[in-house]
């Protein structure tokens, strides 16, 4: 399902084309704005983000299932995070896992 009027868009995520990152980890963009971008990724079980991710905006993202652990946290299904300018991380999971993601970008 995909519906666009002049206020709004919808969609349903997993009809959103995948693109393979890396072995293991796909990211789906979501559709965005000038002030906002949206993404959904999925980590197989035992994956790792490639490299140390830095946020040159502010970065937020909620645990849909699995598990990830990030920064020395254990993030669960309902967990949301949120990382301001400046800050890093590298999220992997054992389990797998999946996020739904906003990035901001700087003003």
């Given at each position: 399902?995909?519906?666009?009027?002049?206020?709004?868009r919808?969609?349903?995520?997993?009809?959103?084309?995948?693109v393979?990152?890396v072995?293991?980890?796909?990211?789906?963009?979501l559709?965005?704005t000038?002030r906002a971008?949206g993404?959904?990724?999925?980590?197989a079980?035992g994956?790792?983000?490639?490299?140390v991710?830095?946020h040159?905006?502010?970065?937020?993202y909620?645990v849909?299932?699995?598990e990830?652990i990030?920064?020395?946290?254990?993030l669960?299904?309902?967990s949301y995070?949120?990382?301001?300018?400046g800050?890093?991380?590298?999220p992997?999971?054992?389990?797998?896992?999946?996020?739904l993601?906003?990035?901001?970008?700087?003003?």
């Amino acid at each position: 399902m995909d519906h666009t009027d002049n206020d709004m868009r919808v969609l349903h995520v997993d009809e959103v084309e995948a693109v393979e990152v890396v072995p293991g980890i796909v990211r789906r963009r979501l559709p965005a704005t000038e002030r906002a971008r949206g993404w959904m990724y999925d980590f197989a079980p035992g994956t790792e983000w490639p490299e140390v991710d830095l946020h040159e905006g502010e970065e937020r993202y909620y645990v849909v299932s699995g598990e990830f652990i990030d920064n020395g946290h254990r993030l669960g299904p309902g967990s949301y995070v949120v990382f301001g300018p400046g800050s890093t991380h590298r999220p992997r999971t054992e389990t797998g896992a999946r996020m739904l993601g906003i990035s901001i970008p700087p003003a």
